[in-house]
């Protein structure tokens, strides 16, 4: 027979922490800190885009971030997102024969050369643009930010626990 012991263990019935610490708990400091998170993440992948050093310049600066009352929205203020995240059809140019001027055209090895759209060029199946796959960098953010939302509300809120443990000594 096995002897079982009268006493285990005594359980305090006094709530772990008062009512007033963990109203101190914050968690718009926390979606603060996930916001500028987010936002420097979704910069780092716009910058490694297939795209012109100044496009992706142009293109960090035109997203930014705003807090909703359940949810975090992607702002993205520059008129290029919209064939970068559709993509683009291949597709004579016809609007280059209206340029008064030389179209500049970027090389490769980055040399800068000028050309000119004519109606004859147009005629001969020139300035034809390739088309653009869809970019996948908002899914991509979108995935990155819930992984980071997980992980910073999880250290968040144990560190603020563990603060308002400390001062409830």
Known sequence: MIAVPKFVARINLKPLLPLDELERIKPERVLKSVQREILKSLRAKIMQEPLTPAARKALAKGITTKIGPNSLTVIAKHPAFIPLLKG??????????????????????????????????????????????????????????????????????????RAAMRKTK
Not at 92 to 105: E, G, V
Not at 114 to 126: E, L, Q
Not at 148 to 160: A, D, G, H, S
């Open 88 to 161: 683009q059809k291949k597709g004579q140019m016809t609007w280059l024969a209206k340029s008064p001027t030389p179209i500049p055209i970027v090389l490769d090895d980055g040399k800068v050369i000028f050309r000119s759209a004519t109606a004859k060029s147009m005629k001969d199946g020139k300035w034809v643009h390739p088309g653009r796959a869809p970019t996948t960098v908002i899914e991509r953010a979108r995935r990155e930010a819930r992984r980071i939302v997980k992980k910073r509300l999880k250290k968040e809120v144990q560190r603020q626990l």
